[in-house]
Structures are given as C-alpha cells and as structure tokens.
C-alpha cells in the first residue's frame, strides 16, 4: 500500500507541475509573441525489489517524471496596431535579436519602443540590435519607418536594419525569462527576411485549450487524493486489526 501511496503521490507531483505551466500559458495569453509551453513525462521504474519468497512475487514500481519542456514554436496571428514601432516577423523560425547583461537573446515580441537616450528597446527597456549595432534616433528625427527587409529610416535618412536571426533547427533555443530565449547554436542569417510595421504577432495560446486541460488536470488531482485517501484509511484500519489481534 506505502508502494501505491508513492506512486500516486509522483504523479501528484507531476500534475502539479503541469498546472503551473498551463496556468502560466493563460497568464500570457496577451503577451506579444508569446509562445506555448508543454510537459512531456515518462514511465520511470523503480529497481525490482528481491523479495521472491511470498506466493505473489515483489514486482517493479513505476513512476511519472517529468522528461522534457516543450515550446511550441507556430506563428501566432498578426493584429495591426496602427504602431510605428511595433513590428512583427512573418517566419517561423526567425527572431529579432537584443541586448542583454547576459549576452545576446532573442525573442518574437514586436513590442518596441525608443528609451530616453533614442535607442530602439523592447518593452522591458532591452535595446534592439540593427545589422551595426544599436539602433539609435535623434530627438529631432521623426517619420520613422520600417520596410518589409528590416531597413529602418527616418527624418534624418537610412538608420540600419533590424537584425534578425534565424534557427532552422529551432531545438537548439531554450527559454531564458522576460519571453526571451538563448541558443546553444551560432544562429544564421535567414534567406529572406519579411516584417511588417504597425502589427505585433499575438501570443500562440488558445484560451480554450487551456482552460479545458486545466479541468483535466484538476478532475485528475482529485481522483489521485482520493485514491491516496482511501489508502490511508485501509493502512488505518489493518493497523488498528493487527493491534486489536495482537491484545
């Protein structure tokens, strides 16, 4: 029974894992290119244990654990905003770069906006990285615009391009917070790049997908502390047999 209990108890662990995840999806449901997150799990089996005396052999204890956290990556849909500085990536697999503390990061949010010292940030204030560098306007320049390539111009002329990156392999990103993402692999140039100014690509979650398997976690959650309960109670009442024969 104590085998059971544990058994229950790491799947327990393994829901509520899931719940936190899927909770944090519909937490990021207006979040600008925010992508999806999954669990995947395994079967894990205990070492068989080597009583083989009793007429019904010790046999193995399987487990859940979680095996690996899944992005999907699918384009969301794209809403005009009318927004100078917001822009969204038309693939897949490509991604604007930005500046961090930590090193370069990537991410699909549009968002942007200009800091008080003129340089193209992310909303949480990260520059945007052009093919030179940095991109920076003046207080004077106005009429700011984006083509379909990435080149960004303004009042005062040519600005530079944005800097995009591309994965064709887009197993190498993982997630690193603030809805960016870091890379184990160099990224490469992308064949072609196509962004359009005054659209930002929405967040990929369904709300109902997510809600309907937040149920399905939940209605699973009860029926494993049920399950655990009456555990419980049938070691309570051997227990309480054993003591009463043994008076």
């Not at 809403?79 to 930590?102: Q, R, W």
């Not at 699909?108 to 949480?124: E, S």
């Not at 990103?173 to 359009?196: C, F, H, M, T, W």
Request: avoid cysteine.
């Amino acid at each position: 029974m104590q085998n059971a209990t544990l058994v229950a108890l790491s799947s327990q662990v393994a829901l509520r894992r899931k719940l936190d995840v899927i909770a944090n999806n519909v937490a990021n449901m207006d979040t600008a290119g925010f992508k999806r997150v999954s669990l995947d799990f395994e079967e894990t089996t205990m070492p068989k244990a080597s009583a083989t005396l009793f007429p019904r052999r010790d046999r193995d204890n399987r487990f859940v654990r979680e095996l690996a956290t899944v992005h999907d990556f699918s384009a969301g849909s794209v809403e005009m905003t009318g927004n100078d500085l917001d822009v969204a990536i038309e693939s897949d697999n490509s991604f604007f770069v930005v500046n961090t503390p930590a090193g370069e990061r990537y991410t699909r949010a549009g968002d942007f906006a200009i800091d008080n010292t003129g340089r193209l940030v992310t909303a949480d204030g990260k520059p945007v990285m052009g093919d030179g560098g940095e991109i920076v306007f003046g207080n004077e320049e106005t009429n700011i615009a984006i083509a379909h390539d990435g080149t960004i111009s303004s009042s005062a002329g040519l600005k530079g391009a944005l800097r995009i990156a591309s994965f064709p392999d887009i197993t190498v990103l993982s997630k690193d917070g603030e809805n960016l993402y870091s890379a184990s692999a160099a990224p490469q140039a992308p064949a072609s790049i196509r962004v359009r100014q005054g659209a930002l690509e929405k967040s990929n979650v369904s709300g109902v997908e997510e809600l309907t398997a937040m149920l399905d976690v939940q209605r699973a959650y009860e029926r494993i502390s049920n399950m655990v309960k009456q555990q419980n109670d049938l070691s309570a009442k051997a227990i309480e047999r054993l003591g009463s024969v043994n008076a």
